[in-house]
């Protein structure tokens, strides 16, 4: 069977957020997660003041355990989510972000991917490990954004904040 390509629908029908903030060292972090946990793809939560899709903002980073150990998927360790889930709930956060990595692909969500997003009021978050998918200006590894909504993939333009010392 072959699975149908990604879908994005014209900017019009786009949820929102059109962009989206992390500051630079939560990028860092899970850059340096997804690298860590090659050659299979990595995984983690990102919490949030308020879902992405209502203009929360990226609060902590929460890296987790890839119990399918793949390099073609993720699942996060159930372990892991129970206790991440409890601890942002414990801080009056929510699931900001959903983050994995592609290790032979670009950073867009794959048919596997659109069919298991069941957290559409989030963003996924996609690193790419592949050769060739580097960032042209500053050579670190492409990190993209999504919203998932009832099988339709729209880009949030994801912005990083240097936030001074």
């Not at 149908?4 to 850059?31: L, N, S, V």
């Not at 290790?103 to 997003?117: E, I």
């Not at 339709?152 to 010392?165: K, W």
């Amino acid at each position: 069977m072959v699975s149908e390509p990604t879908r994005e629908r014209p900017h019009h029908d786009h949820p929102g957020p059109a962009r989206a903030t992390i500051p630079a060292a939560m990028r860092d972090e899970i850059i340096a997660h997804a690298r860590a946990g090659y050659p299979d793809e990595a995984c983690g939560l990102v919490a949030g003041t308020a879902p992405a899709g209502e203009g929360g903002t990226a609060t902590r980073w929460h890296p987790t355990r890839n119990r399918a150990a793949s390099p073609l998927r993720y699942e996060i360790h159930p372990d892991d989510l129970l206790r991440v889930a409890l601890e942002i709930d414990d801080a009056d956060e929510v699931i900001w972000a959903i983050v994995h990595s592609h290790v032979r692909s670009s950073a867009r969500p794959s048919p596997t991917d659109v069919g298991l997003a069941f957290y559409p009021e989030a963003l996924y978050v996609l690193v790419s490990l592949a050769s060739g998918q580097a960032d042209p200006v500053t050579g670190a590894e492409s990190m993209r954004a999504w919203r998932i909504v009832d099988g339709a993939v729209f880009e949030v333009a994801l912005d990083v904040e240097n936030r001074a010392p």
